[in-house]
């Protein structure tokens, strides 16, 4: 099962615009970060964890997401072709990503931010961390 995209919508008028994601459920969230790569070349990743769920979602600029489902984590498959999530600060959506996979991320235009809400505490994160290296599965850049 890949992640999932939940939409969001913009509204404007004269008093300026509001982003809003009314389908989002934060209940679960435990902590959250905000990630702003230095260029628009650095792909960071792969990082995935069992049990951990994460919450993606792009509040300035551009971003490409890749995520991979990971049977085994002591030796995932590498023949597995990752999905692809283009998200853009102008197109509120969030990409929800369950435990059990491993992402990627590349910035897609200078300075862009991208905010990730986690279900899990630093410790428990850290305890269920793993990483690959880039080359582990092909970097995709468009859906």
Known sequence: ???????????EDHRGEMVF??????????RFYRIKPANTTLVRGWQGHRKESKWFHCVRGSFVLNTVRVENFESPDESIRPDVYNLQADSPEVVYV?????????????DSELLVFSDCSVADSTADDYRFPLEKWEFRENE
């Open 1 to 11: 099962m890949p992640a999932s995209r939940i939409q969001g919508a913009k509204f």
């Open 98 to 110: 369950t435990g059990g996979m491993c992402t990627a991320i590349k910035a897609a235009a200078p």
């Open 21 to 30: 994601c009314n389908d989002l459920d934060l209940s679960a969230v435990q």
